[in-house]
């Protein structure tokens, strides 16, 4: 047989050619230019090979026809399959009796067709994201489109665990976006007892996922609930969460503990809690934003937060200090040279805890502009607002129309190697009503004048070691001083004349101090990048004679920011109080880790709250086992002789299951009891966690927590 294969590489496949191709065996037709190989068949096509055992190639439309042991690696998936018709040009194709791995996915079909480089769709097989030939779980279907790093939409799906089916459904969508199915958090807890709560997420169109939430406490009852997220095309997108339970508190730990000796333990109490959330956001056009919320709960114990306490304590933990209960709609409009803002905030949905409605209030902020060419700049922000506050049971009602005018110019400067910025300013304010009733339509006065003053120094060392491993390519240390002066003139209508709605604008009194600021830097250069080896930052102000409050220095902030090596790093920041001599707060964090392991140590303190120790410990066993352990404890009581927190220990346990990682823990909080939780995590999608008990390490939120 004459030598085909080396005159068809010679004549027909030359470097210009968009695919090439070798095998044992090859033939062509000049005719037809295409090609048949046979053997230990190669194909490449700039970034995408092909291996199989025989294949004929259409050199006109570059398409292959390939069988046995085919094997295809793309930019987008690689390929195992038995039969295969795949075009080099469009990169679509038909796969038969194949496996496509598309990190972090594998699925497994009769037949797949490749439609485009973000759509397949394949007919009886399974979706996971085990590599194993035998998967440990499964999605099956009769039909399956996926849309890469989007969603499945799934035609016939049987969950399989091992080779056992466990779920069916007709017909079902798959988030792939690092979500879960279902969530179940069985477990128990002082003030639920025994509790399970389940929720389960599926979208609704292209446009809607929902998550419904039911859930059941021994002690409490039922609780239902569902999260509705939704994305219109062309009027944002906006989330309705509801929550409901209808509560029966027994008096008891367990309903097995009810009745003693044929008598009833205390009586059950009876309370209809719900919530109600609507939030929306609506990008109008480039420029304008439109943001409402709707918020309405119902509790006995609102002003405690006793509803989000005890159903979403991750919730409350997270977002107490700044969680905003009240209903709201602001618009915002960016113009050439500033911001303007119109809002409407009402408390009046949720009246236990009413507080400032403004109804509304418009703000117009003009951003530091130049003047002309002057070198001067100003800004300035005018707000415009129709305020009322009213207590619950209502004893007081506070109004007022308020228009208030901050204006500011400066011109900053550099004399030698010191910045200079002079300001000079004030601030107007108009009010309807005052304390006072017989004080009406008053204008408020103040004058400000500020000057900035900063500069820096540095020096650099050519010194080089890695000893210990600190990596240091070259030293430079920098030091930053910065002062300020302030002169605020006393207003000329005392704040304690004025309801106070915003400190900022009502509280205002006469400021004349100094602040003070030096921070140090210690650099060197780590793979091309600069690093900060040690950064410390001391700031404070000093009263002048005429200030209101202290004269003389107030407490002093400082930060140092310690980082030797990747191995070892140190945080510290602290307020201490000259004039009362004690330490206000005191913050340390030093960690230490190596290749498999780290270790933690950090101490908190509060003056108002006491003293803090709390560790923690990870440490990998061997690549199918690690743990870590974390302990909080306090140190010393609080002012008011109070224990402001309990000790607190938390020990988990984690298996490499494969595919996916198995959390076993156990979370101890005194007065709190125990709690037991397990927790899954697929590796390939971390932040999708399958709970079955309650986790006070992830912010996930099962059952009726909002999704």
């Not at 394949?122 to 009769?142: K, Q, S």
């Not at 910045?419 to 000079?424: A, R």
């Not at 270790?599 to 803090?612: A, C, I, K, P, V």
């Not at 927190?645 to 595919?659: C, F, G, K, P, W």
Request: with cysteine; proline share 4%.
């Amino acid at each position: 047989m004459p030598n085909l294969k080396g005159q068809f590489k010679k004549q027909d496949l030359n470097a210009a050619s968009k695919v090439t191709m070798q095998a044992d065996q090859v033939s062509f037709s000049q005719a037809q230019n295409k090609a048949h190989a046979k053997g230990n068949v190669v194909v490449n096509s700039r970034d995408e090979h092909l291996f199989c055992d025989e294949l004929d190639l259409d050199r006109t439309i570059q398409e292959v026809v390939a069988q046995g042991d085919i094997y295809l690696d793309t930019p987008q998936e690689q390929v195992l399959a038995q039969g295969l018709t795949y075009n080099f040009n469009s990169g679509t194709g038909e796969f038969r009796d194949a496996r496509v791995y598309i990190d972090p996915y594998q699925v497994k079909g009769e037949k797949i067709n490749k439609v485009s480089d973000t759509y397949m769709t394949m007919d009886e097989g399974y979706m996971t994201t085990c590599d194993l030939d035998e998967p440990h779980f499964r999605v099956g279907a009769h039909r399956m489109d996926i849309y890469q790093h989007d969603k499945a939409v799934i035609r016939g799906m049987k969950v399989y665990l091992g080779k056992v089916p466990v779920m069916y459904l007709p017909y079902y969508v798959q988030d792939l976006k690092n979500r879960p199915i279902f969530t179940f958090v069985p477990g128990e807890k002082k003030d639920f007892g025994l509790f399970l709560l389940t929720t389960a997420r599926f979208q609704a169109g292209s446009h809607v996922k929902v998550s419904l939430h039911a859930d059941v406490r021994e002690r409490d009852g039922f609780g239902e609930g569902a999260d509705i997220n939704y994305n219109t095309p062309n009027f944002g997108r906006g989330l309705l969460s509801v929550y409901y339970t209808d509560e029966n508190q027994i008096a008891s730990h367990h309903l097995w503990d009810l009745y003693r000796n044929g008598v009833k333990v205390g009586p059950t109490t009876h309370h209809e809690r719900y919530r109600i959330i609507w939030r929306h956001k609506w990008q109008i056009d480039q420029n304008t934003n439109a943001v409402l919320q709707y918020y309405k709960i119902h509790d006995y114990d609102i002003t405690n937060n006793g509803f989000l306490k005890t159903y979403f304590p991750r919730e409350y933990q997270q977002n107490a200090q700044s969680a905003n209960l009240d209903t709201y709609f602001l618009l915002t409009r960016n113009m050439p040279h500033g911001t303007l803002t119109f809002n409407v905030d009402t408390s009046r949905e949720n009246k236990p805890i009413r507080g400032i409605e403004r109804i509304p209030e418009v703000q117009y902020t003009l951003n530091n502009q130049q003047i002309g060419k002057s070198g001067f700049y100003a800004k300035s922000t005018d707000t415009f607002s129709d305020l009322s506050y009213r207590n619950y049971p209502q004893t007081i009602n506070n109004k007022t129309l308020r228009f208030d005018s901050n204006n500011d110019i400066s011109h900053p400067i550099k004399i030698g190697f010191i910045s200079f910025n002079p300001h000079l300013g004030g601030e107007e304010t108009y009010y309807s009503r005052t304390t006072d009733t017989n004080e009406n339509n008053i204008i408020r006065g103040m004058f400000r004048g500020s000057l900035d003053m900063s500069t820096k120094f540095y020096k650099v060392w050519d010194y080089h070691t890695n000893f210990a491993g600190l990596n240091i390519n070259g030293l430079r240390h920098v030091i930053t001083p910065t002062v300020t002066y302030l002169y605020q003139a006393r207003p000329t209508f005392p704040a304690s004349r004025l309801n106070q709605f915003d400190p900022a604008i009502d509280d205002l009194f006469r400021v004349h101090e100094f602040s003070f600021g030096f921070e140090n830097e210690l650099q060197t250069k780590r793979s091309g990048h600069v690093v900060d080896l040690v950064r410390s930052l001391i700031t404070t102000t000093y009263g002048l004679k005429g200030t209101t409050g202290h004269r003389g220095f107030n407490p002093y902030d400082s930060v140092l920011d310690v980082e030797p090596t990747d191995w070892l790093s140190f945080h510290n920041d602290n307020e201490y109080d000259f004039h009362a001599g004690h330490w206000n707060t005191e913050n340390f964090d030093g960690e230490v880790h190596g290749e498999g392991w780290a270790f933690s140590l950090g101490n908190r303190y509060t003056r108002h709250e006491g003293d803090q120790i709390t560790t923690e410990l990870d440490y990998t066993i061997n690549p199918k086992w690690k743990f870590k352990i974390f302990n909080s404890f306090p140190l010393s009581k609080a002012t008011d002789g109070t224990t402001p927190s309990a000790i607190q220990n938390e020990y988990v346990l984690t298996r490499d299951l494969h595919e996916w990682e198995m959390d076993m823990a156990i979370d101890q909080q005194q007065g709190q009891g125990s709690t037991f939780y397990v927790l899954f995590r697929l590796k390939a999608s971390p932040n999708m966690k399958f709970n079955l008990l309650s986790s006070s390490f992830q912010p996930s939120r099962p059952g009726s927590q909002n999704q």
